[in-house]
């Protein structure tokens, strides 16, 4: 089994090369769901890794299929701008989850 980045950054693409992951470079909407439904029909891919701003071009579809396919895993990861959360969306979430302030 193995990891498969879909990208919209190149930079972020040769990073994970370097650790021995392959993946795609992909800009536009069309472009970004053909390249997940051809991840997701990979038999030996484990985890598909997305950049934050793929994730949230199609979030639609990545709901479906997180939602309705037991596997690949899909994992959104920042790319090498940062990632688009608030500095206490991780304390903010717990806060939300069991009411509790940290």
Known sequence: MRFYLI????????GMR????????VHEPDEVN???CKAMDMEDV?????TEH???????????????RSRPLIVE????????RA???ITRYVREAIGIKI
């Open 7 to 14: 990208s919209d950054n190149n930079d972020t693409r040769v």
């Open 18 to 25: 370097l650790a021995g992951i392959d993946g795609v470079v």
């Open 34 to 36: 053909l390249a997940l």
């Open 46 to 50: 484990a985890v598909i890794l997305m």
């Open 54 to 68: 793929l994730v949230k071009m199609c979030g639609p579809l990545v709901d479906d299929l997180k939602l309705n």
């Open 77 to 84: 990861i920042p790319d090498r701008h940062g990632n688009g």
């Open 87 to 89: 500095k206490d969306s």
